[in-house]
């Protein structure tokens, strides 16, 4: 037992030293392994059985050398390389969830010895331009992991007046958006699915209680209908008569949901603490549109072309004449 722990820990070894430069020569890693080139060759062929491309060539230049693969293999990180790559991780995390899913699986095998030191320098990382959300990675890490464990979190989060009030939800799925992180999460005590921007929350946690999923929306386009539209007073649709991937151009995400409705049309849909924001916005757009809803938007349309054929000064602008 004693010799196949020390094989294995020899080949982890050497599968260590080929990610970490591009050619080894056999007697320079028996030199790093205190092994003959014998063994090297050995131990080669071990990693080949386990499906890593390990590459030998001869002459000058020549040696063994880690090639790209069908699949990517697992990698081997030594406790500085860890840390460098969770800290890149935590400070790329405000800019895609591709990045968060990967410092997820690695936080699942960190060590705990190396924690504190990935918390304290990434501590020392700020975004230049101001971009990035002020967002504890701690929270961040928090909510990922209840999500990936499927257990119940708690957290405070203002209501409309103010006012901070406990949450316990059933989190599914963190959500980028921009320089923002939301939440969607099953609320327990409204029994409705609810978004959450993170940087609002306090004193979050996650609970021992695990849950089973229940079927959920698309994360993705429930976030950012909440998002543009469900939290403001007024909401309106408007049919725009331009491409979908054109006006999605034009309109932030955040802003607006955009939905094709042909070729040539979209729906986009919307909302506003006004009704006449809203009109204008999509007025700016350059576009053709219609008012699909709300009905009085319609009669505000009327309102504001009045108010802008005064303002030209000629009471009969537009007006055609035989």
Not at 203 to 218: H, K, L, N, Q
């Amino acid at each position: 037992m004693e010799d196949e722990r020390g094989t294995t820990e020899r080949v982890l070894t050497l599968l260590g030293l080929l990610q970490q430069r591009a050619v080894w020569t056999g007697p320079e890693l028996g030199a790093r392994l205190g092994v003959t080139p014998r063994t090297i060759r050995r131990d080669v062929e071990r990693l080949r059985a386990l499906g890593y491309p390990v590459q030998a060539s001869n002459g000058v230049g020549g040696g063994y050398q880690l090639g790209p693969g069908h699949d990517m293999p697992p990698l081997l990180l030594d406790d500085e390389e860890a840390i460098a790559t969770a800290v890149s991780l935590l400070a790329g995390a405000a800019n895609g969830e591709a990045a968060l899913r990967a410092l997820t699986k690695l936080d699942r095998v960190l060590p705990t010895r190396l924690r504190h030191e990935v918390r304290a320098l990434s501590g020392s990382v700020v975004a230049f331009d101001g971009s990035r959300a002020p967002i504890d990675p701690d929270v961040l890490m928090t909510l990922a992991r209840a999500c990936r464990d499927e257990v119940e979190a708690s957290f405070g989060y203002p209501s409309s007046s103010g006012a901070v009030a406990s949450r316990r939800v059933e989190p599914y799925r963190l959500v980028a958006s921009g320089p923002r992180w939301y939440l969607l999460a099953f609320d327990l005590d409204r029994d409705d699915w609810r978004t959450f921007r993170v940087d609002k929350m306090t004193e979050v946690s996650a609970r021992s209680w695990r849950f089973r999923p229940r079927p959920a929306p698309d994360a993705a386009a429930y976030v950012q209908e909440n998002v543009a539209s469900r939290v403001y007073r007024h909401q309106a649709r408007f049919l725009v008569h331009a491409p979908a991937a054109v006006v999605r151009a034009q309109i932030p995400a955040s802003a607006a949901v955009v939905r094709s409705r042909g070729g040539s049309r979209c729906e986009v849909l919307s909302g506003a603490g006004e009704l006449d924001f809203l009109l204008m916005h999509v007025v700016l757009l350059g576009h053709s549109f219609e008012v699909i809803e709300p009905v009085e938007l319609g009669e505000r349309c009327r309102v504001l072309a009045d108010r802008l054929l005064g303002a030209s000064g000629s009471p009969h602008l537009g007006v055609l004449t035989e």
